[in-house]
């Protein structure tokens, strides 16, 4: 097992990344302070891996919440029933929610965790490779509005983050590409180097070799981690990590959500921001063929959906978390392995992407 920390004081925490993970029941028992527990999990990932978890917490009163699978279900409809379960089940302020799955389950846990009896403990167990290096770190959590992604949500860190790296044995291909995606946000925003070996292990990932996808998984959680300690509430630059969000999230509202997979989303959203980045002179043609090429080498889209016109990109793009007084801003590529975040960019450029 590898632990790192996320810095933030007295509200530090460790992320845990093992295999095997899940069985240690020693893991997790600093984290639990009162007698009750609550596992959010959803249809999908319960019948694998829920009694797994039990083990870690056996000597507690625990609640099974199981939620519908997929993004389309990220909604307060499907939020109120963590909320009722719990309830029904007398969970008070000391229960600790665990938060079994991935970026879905993890994002609404969080923020049931959040708001329920105005704050509860929680701990992010992820069992998809796109949640393991992104969502289940950093205390972002939240659920879907028709208008817009994450739109509703709140800042809530986890006691601690728990990644079995086994869970991955199971995913499906799509869902491990997705994940990849993730990865390879973090080599563009800093370090080109991690870009060279994803390159070199691409083919190694996508086999789910323990070595190359525990090192992938470390260093992406290093990366997020001493952004998040320094900008825990993206005052400044933890809004780096949204490189090729904005275009993405417009892909998966506009597309409805679960059409397309986040990571897919956030793919054809990176080499969106690239062709901006190379409009306006920061980096080559030939720079964007090696992003397309990476993308398209861990199997992942790199075009925007036709049915979304520009005019429809626009309106999706302007309902935002990163528009701050009607301006909107987006990470863009200096060079690669160094991205920016600027309103000052080219309209007319901007329009030339959205076709």
């Not at 007295?10 to 020693?26: E, M």
């Not at 799955?101 to 992010?124: E, K, L, T």
């Not at 180097?193 to 292990?201: A, G, K, V």
């Not at 400044?236 to 275009?247: I, V």
């Amino acid at each position: 097992m590898k632990t790192l920390t996320v810095d933030l004081g007295t509200r530090s925490y460790p992320i845990h990344i093992g295999a095997g993970l899940i069985k240690q029941t020693d893991i997790i028992k600093p984290y639990i302070l009162g007698k009750t527990t609550a596992s959010v999990s959803n249809t999908t990932v319960a019948p694998l891996y829920l009694k797994q978890a039990h083990q870690l917490i056996t000597e507690k009163n625990n609640t099974d919440i199981i939620l519908p699978d997929g993004e389309q279900y990220k909604n307060l409809q499907v939020l109120e029933q963590i909320y009722t379960e719990m309830l029904e089940a007398h969970c008070d302020r000391k229960t600790t929610l665990l938060a079994l799955g991935g970026g879905v389950i993890g994002d609404m846990s969080g923020f049931a965790a959040a708001s329920y009896q105005r704050g509860i403990n929680f701990i992010q167990i992820p069992t998809t490779l796109l949640s393991m290096v992104d969502s289940s770190v950093g205390g972002k959590t939240g659920i879907n509005h028709p208008l817009g992604k994450n739109m509703i949500g709140a800042f809530h860190q986890p006691q601690c983050v728990i990644i079995d790296t086994e869970t991955l044995n199971t995913l499906d291909d799509r869902q491990l590409s997705a994940g990849i995606a993730e990865v390879i946000k973090y080599g563009y925003i800093n370090d080109i180097e991690f870009i060279h070996w994803l390159d070199e292990n691409m083919k190694k990932l996508l086999k789910r070799d323990p070595e190359a996808l525990a090192y992938a998984i470390y260093r992406s959680c290093e990366h997020k981690a001493k952004i998040v300690a320094a900008d825990e509430k993206e005052a400044g630059q933890r809004a780096l990590l949204n490189l090729g969000h904005t275009f993405g999230h417009a892909i998966e509202t506009g597309m409805g959500y679960g059409q397309w997979l986040h990571g897919e989303a956030i793919s054809a959203g990176m080499v969106m921001a690239a062709e901006l980045s190379k409009l306006h002179g920061w980096i080559s043609d030939n720079d964007v063929k090696s992003v397309k090429a990476l993308l398209k080498k861990a199997n992942l889209p790199v075009d925007p959906p036709s049915e979304i016109s520009a005019t429809q990109f626009k309106q999706l793009m302007s309902i935002d978390k990163k528009v701050q007084d009607g301006v909107l801003h987006l990470v863009l590529m200096k060079s690669l392995g160094e991205s920016i975040i600027s309103s000052d960019f080219d309209k007319q450029a901007l329009q030339r992407v959205l076709g």
